[in-house]
Each structure stands twice: as structure tokens, then as C-alpha cells.
T-cell receptor, first 116, second 115 residues
């Protein structure tokens, strides 16, 4: 089956610094990737939709200047949390859509971000 | 906007028994997809089953089946012969077909399997 990886799986950073999370589709080309945020014991909240070669579409209430998304290739999307604050600590999950398998998203294993 | 509601925060079932998880949704669309995802303690999201709204027949995947009631906007998941490995958070999700295709998740139901 289709595989999506995320790196790093865990990251700790100091308040005020930036951190980058990578999402890769390993065995297919993903024209569309999605970034989610999940707080403890809560559901997934879509942050943005990333299309290769174009600007990401952010959901209402998500600060695009704080959460920078780049989808530079068909297999890689990155999420950069800029000027991180403790309230940005969360579990971030990406997913990718395989055009060859209509209407199915494949999820990465997630990245736990802790801002101290 | 579409919404998905899971009214059971927690459910438990005896091993080998059957359990049904509830999900309702709200949409004005006629064509859409519905999904059940499983999130075990590893936090990896796993697709359990998918239903196309234009199909009347309920989807089935081995021990997992759905009861799709389009008019009632209800989409429940039945797990038969529950196994210890079924313990997880289960999320119901909706995706429209036309326009912006993105998943809308319910709040989740935590399923515990009692040995």
C-alpha cells in the first residue's frame, strides 16, 4: 500500500525558534497533501491543503505566516512552525492523496512538537 | 459547512462480541464519501472502511461493516467478533466530491476491548 513518512517523529524546540516538519510520499506522487493538528484526546483539525507548485490553502483561523507550508515537489511537503510558542505544542499529521487511488488519503505517522 | 458528530466518546465491548459506533453528519450535498478511520495508540491513522453516498449497498470489509442511512444522514460502524487489536480511537469522516475535497472528522469514539 501507499506509504507516507514524516520527519522528525518528535521534536523539542525552544520558544521563539522555528521548526520544520517534512512529509514525504514514498511510493507515489502526491499532487495534494494535507496538514492536520491534533490536540490530546481530540480529533484531527485540518490546517491547510497543499498543492504541488502552488500556494497552500489555509483553513479559517490558521495563521499562514506562522505555519508556512511548501509543496515544492510531488513527493515532499514541509510545514514550518515559525517563532514557536508553547501553545504550538501539539501532534502534527500530514496526509497525501494518491491520484491513482481516487478519493483516498494516506496518513503519515505524525510528529509530536514540544515547545519549551 | 459540513459537520460530523460522534455522540459516543467512549465505548467498550467484550472480546468476540459485536459493537456498533454511531456517526451522524450534516450536508447539503448529494454525492460525497464517508469514512471510518482507526487511530491506535501509535497515532497512525488507518482507513477502516469507505462508503460512496451514491451506492445503496452498505460497505463491508471483513469484520467491519457499515449501516448507511442517507436520508437520516447516519453512518454507523459495526465491528463483529471484536479483537483486542481493535482497541483504538475511531473517527468518522466526511468528504465532498465536488469542490474542495477535504476530510471533515467527527470527535472520535474511544473503543476498549475487554478480554
Amino acid at each position: 500500500g501507499a506509504v507516507v513518512s514524516q520527519h522528525p517523529s518528535r521534536v523539542i524546540c525552544k520558544s521563539g525558534t522555528s521548526v520544520k516538519i517534512e512529509c514525504r510520499s514514498l511510493d507515489f506522487q502526491a499532487t495534494t497533501m494535507f496538514w492536520y493538528r491534533q490536540f490530546p484526546k481530540q480529533s484531527l483539525m485540518l490546517m491547510a491543503t497543499s498543492n504541488e507548485g502552488s500556494k497552500a490553502t489555509y483553513e479559517q483561523g490558521v495563521e499562514k505566516d506562522k505555519f508556512l507550508i511548501n509543496h515544492a515537489s510531488l513527493t515532499l511537503s514541509t510545514l514550518t512552525v515559525t517563532s514557536a510558542h508553547p501553545e504550538d505544542s501539539s501532534f502534527y499529521i500530514c496526509s497525501a492523496r494518491d491520484p491513482g487511488r481516487a478519493y483516498e488519503q494516506y496518513f503519515g505517522p505524525g510528529t509530536r512538537l514540544t515547545v519549551t | 459547512a459540513q459537520t460530523v458528530t460522534q455522540s459516543q466518546p467512549e465505548m467498550s465491548v467484550q472480546e468476540a462480541e459485536t459493537v456498533t459506533l454511531s456517526c451522524t453528519y450534516d450536508t447539503s450535498e448529494s454525492d460525497y464519501y464517508l469514512f471510518w478511520y482507526k487511530q491506535p495508540p501509535s497515532r497512525q491513522m488507518i482507513l477502516v472502511i469507505r462508503q460512496e453516498a451514491y451506492k445503496q449497498q452498505n460497505a463491508t470489509e471483513n469484520r467491519f461493516s457499515v449501516n448507511f442511512q442517507k436520508a437520516a444522514k447516519s453512518f454507523s460502524l459495526k465491528i463483529s467478533d471484536s479483537q483486542l487489536g481493535d482497541a483504538a480511537m475511531y473517527f468518522c469522516a466526511y468528504e465532498r466530491i465536488q469542490g474542495a475535497q477535504k476530510l471533515v472528522f467527527g470527535q472520535g469514539t474511544r473503543l476498549t476491548i475487554n478480554p
